[in-house]
């Protein structure tokens, strides 16, 4: 905003407000002056306005057509209105042609998909770089198991991979599992264990979700123990996951860590039957978490189901598991059609059954079960029965021997949404079983019987928790904690049976709200600041050129007829040239500038999320450059042209320029050279005017707090400052996170330096945490630099500057300031030098 010349004053109308303004301002300075908001996208304080993303327009009372308020002269009596139809219509209109030719992106969708929120671009791209050990310490940032949930998540992040729209998503599990194999046994830990709070924690169930939780809360420095009514860990991973989609190992070895971290395993040990809350509150733990998981079955509540032969997926999974004799037959039913379903079928077939049947009430379409499950079960000669709804059980001997259905049609929607199965009537049929296999589904088991077959209550009501009506522990959805203080719960035994990444991601976040508990902050703004780190799901629809089709990588997988016999791993994973190459087509739907970038915040807010034009757009010139700190990305790049002109009209360097005409405009250098070849002094100028993400700062850009990598604004002070590097003391900020500068950004337009930097005021801050800086004083003693204490290094120079001037006089001795020198620094240094050492040899050096 240019500064007003203070001439006289005028009044004019803006949206019915009386508005001052001096003689000169336009209507947009006016406004911003009055605190009206006009959006903008090429509006620059710094440079004269002229008007080219129309978004600023205006109504003025008399005047037939609309105005680009900031080149348009405020008028005293001029009435303006800022926020009719007819503008947020043109407004809405610009925004579309621009975004329908603006090839970037703002936001992962496939982090958005995920619970967890994993930077998947981060570990994706560490491993296009060959860094598998980066990759998983990205990961564990937010998820400790990369080899177990590589090898058995569901991946809904693959169902938004943009790379869908060129060909097929890209295989952003296998390549998790792919970094977790490579780097098993290094240091990956995502950073340092904290210092001992003496804090204790008491965790309840070995599943994802307590198992999760005990990783960050002991990586924040709580002492932790984890019980459970299973002798080891692991919960649903390891007593109900079959071992030929997770094998015992790979189970134990991602477990390891924690092991490192001082967590502690008691097992064989039950709430209810072996403890209460009440005796682990009395024993000082200070927090408790409930992570029991959902042990309990759903029944298909019809005739026979009482009857042998007659077993739930989790009891006959959980039996496998462990190594027990389980007689299932021939003929074995196994009805549902999720994961459960599917892993109890399989294990089926291992089992030696001979004809093994999923009965599914719906369509192949609506089953839960990923599609890659359900073609490997086929494959290995499971026979799917769909449209099926279980009517009785048939029996023989007081044992079962079929299960009796009838043909199910989709009719309406059911309360969930999804399709209604309802019965045709006179449809009855049966298949003969000798073993049926429930898999409908699992709820918590929050109760227990005991010899006498009374009932008991894990959670009595009184004792402050509460429980649903569907037999789940309810909790403040933002921090996962009861209505007893001390007491916070996550996963399946919160939300019912739902997959292991979300209960990992549940754990996580209770450990987050467990620990600021500890520290005694607010629960109230904890949950505020939980509810904070969610991405924004706002996704603006952004088209992508086409790119040369690059075909998927596909794990290897054992032979069907071979799997059948054992319980080996099925899928063996992707080889080191496969996983390089899948994680190469990963598009980085990323933008460093999601958080700044106007014309996000504009597409929001003017709700341009879908786009409804298409045609050719704008050819974007590759570009090599490794200049080391201004970053461009010129796909994202409106052709505003704001960085040409600040670079001209400002800095006067001409480095960049709009280059050819009509569709094929775009930024580029001059003659097609690279910035070090243009007159460029990498002021970062261009960057400060950039109102998208087309321009950047290398030097913040990757350690920027952005939500995909889970850190946000509020974490980062803003400190004023004047720059010390030569005498005209500019006004900067400093933005310091975790103790770190990460980034510089100029003072307001009314400071001395008009919201201008140059190249050392902008980037000049890298040495503050580079690994060379000295940070103690070093004396020489018997030939060797040895630290010292900056007293000890004052009185060594003291002694050597008397030294040589008692020697050879005070003019041996000569004084150059520093341009970080203030004033008032080298008022002091020449007085020392003409008073204590006699000397007028004094200069002063504004250069580095």
Request: a negative charge; aromatic letters at 4%; proline letters at 6%.
């Amino acid at each position: 905003m240019r500064l007003p010349v203070e001439t006289s004053t005028i009044t004019l109308t803006i949206d019915g407000r009386p508005v001052k303004a001096f003689e000169g301002q336009t209507v947009f300075e006016a406004a911003l002056a009055a605190g009206i908001s006009i959006p903008n996208l090429c509006n620059d304080g710094r440079l004269e306005p002229i008007g080219s993303c129309r978004l600023c327009v205006v109504e003025i009372e008399r005047e037939a057509d609309m105005k680009a308020s900031c080149s348009t002269p405020a008028r005293d009596g001029m009435v303006v209105r800022t926020q009719t139809g007819p503008l947020l219509a043109v407004r809405r209109l610009v925004l579309e042609l621009i975004l329908s030719d603006h090839n970037a992106y703002c936001l992962p969708p496939c982090q958005n998909r995920c619970p967890a929120h994993l930077d998947i671009p981060g570990y994706v791209g560490a491993i296009a770089d060959g860094d598998p050990v980066r990759s998983v310490k990205i990961i564990k940032d937010r998820l400790p198991f990369p080899r177990i949930l590589g090898r058995i998540c569901p991946r809904p992040c693959e169902t938004v991979c943009r790379r869908q729209q060129n060909d097929e998503a890209v295989a952003i599990c296998a390549i998790k599992r792919y970094a977790g194999d490579e780097a098993a046994g290094e240091d990956t830990l995502p950073q340092p264990q904290a210092a001992a709070t003496g804090k204790r924690v008491a965790i309840i169930g070995a599943g994802p979700a307590g198992l999760t939780n005990a990783y960050y809360l002991a990586l924040m420095g709580h002492d932790v123990t984890v019980f459970d009514s299973f002798p080891f860990p692991g919960g649903m991973l390891r007593y109900a996951i079959p071992d030929y989609r997770l094998p015992p190992g790979v189970l134990d070895q991602d477990l390891e860590e924690l092991w490192s971290l001082g967590i502690e395993f008691v097992g064989g040990r039950s709430l209810g039957r072996d403890f209460t809350i009440d005796d682990l509150l009395d024993q000082e733990y200070d927090t408790v978490f409930l992570g029991m998981g959902a042990h309990g079955d759903h029944q298909m509540m019809i005739p026979g189901e009482e009857l042998d032969g007659v077993i739930s997926s989790v009891e006959f999974l959980r039996r496998v598991n462990l190594g027990e004799e389980v007689e299932i037959g021939r003929r074995v039913v196994v009805v549902g059609g999720g994961f459960t379903a599917m892993d109890a079928a399989r294990t089926a077939v291992r089992m030696g059954a001979a004809e093994v049947t999923v009965a599914y009430r719906r369509t192949r379409a609506e089953m839960p079960a990923h599609e890659t499950e359900v073609e490997e079960a086929e494959a290995e000669g499971v026979r799917l029965q769909l449209l099926a709804i279980p009517e009785s059980i048939e029996s023989d001997g007081g044992r079962a021997s079929g299960l009796c259905l009838m043909q199910a049609e989709l009719s309406g929607k059911g309360p969930g949404g999804r399709p209604r199965p309802m019965a045709i009537e006179g449809s009855e049929y049966c298949l003969p079983a000798d073993t049926i296999i429930v898999a409908i589904g699992q709820k918590p088991k929050l109760c227990y019987f005991d010899e006498d077959g009374v009932r008991h209550v894990f959670l009595p009501e009184e004792k402050g928790i509460q429980t649903s009506k569907g037999g789940t522990v309810e909790v403040d959805p933002r921090t996962l904690q009861t209505a007893r203080p001390q007491v916070f719960a996550g996963g399946d035994v919160v939300s019912g049976a739902r997959t292991v990444i979300q209960a990992v991601a549940a754990g996580r976040r209770a450990a987050l709200a467990m620990d600021a508990y500890m520290r005694g902050e607010d629960m109230a703004r904890v949950g505020e600041r939980l509810a904070g780190l969610e991405p924004d799901p706002v996704m603006l629809d952004i088209r992508q050129q086409p790119r040369h089709p690059a075909p998927r990588q596909h794990k290897e997988l054992m032979d069907p007829a071979a799997r059948r016999a054992n319980f080996a791993e099925v899928e063996l994973g992707l080889t080191r040239e496969q996983a390089l190459t899948e994680a190469a087509r990963c598009l980085q739907c990323v933008c460093q500038a999601e958080r700044t970038c106007e014309l996000r915040k504009l597409g929001i807010g003017y709700g341009v999320t879908t786009n409804r034009f298409s045609g050719r757009m704008h050819a974007v010139p590759p570009i090599e450059d490794p200049n080391p700190v201004v970053s461009r990305q010129y796909e994202k790049c409106i052709v505003c042209g704001a960085c040409a002109r600040i670079c001209d009209e400002v800095v006067a360097a001409r480095a960049v320029e709009l280059s050819e005409t009509g569709m094929d405009t775009h930024i580029a250098c001059g003659y097609h050279r690279s910035l070090p070849e243009t007159g460029c002094v990498f002021c970062g100028q261009c960057v400060s005017a950039c109102p998208t993400g087309a321009l950047d700062n290398r030097l913040s850009m990757n350690v920027r707090p952005l939500p995909h990598r889970g850190a946000f604004e509020h974490q980062v002070e803003k400190v004023k400052t004047t720059c010390c590097y030569c005498g005209v003391g500019c006004t900067l900020f400093l933005h310091v996170m975790d103790g770190r500068i990460v980034e510089v950004s100029a003072g307001d337009p009314e400071s001395v330096n008009g919201g201008n930097l140059c190249v050392k005021g902008r980037y000049g801050f890298d040495f503050i945490n580079h690994t060379d800086r000295l940070t103690t004083p070093l004396v020489r003693r018997d030939g060797r630099l040895a630290p010292v204490t900056w007293d000890e290094a004052l009185e060594e120079v003291r002694r050597n500057l008397e030294r040589v001037r008692d020697e050879h006089g005070g003019r041996a001795v000569g004084a150059l300031a520093s341009g970080r020198c203030t004033n008032e620094d080298d008022y002091l240094m020449q007085k020392f030098m003409r008073t204590v050492l006699g000397s007028n040899n004094i200069d002063h050096c504004a250069r580095l």
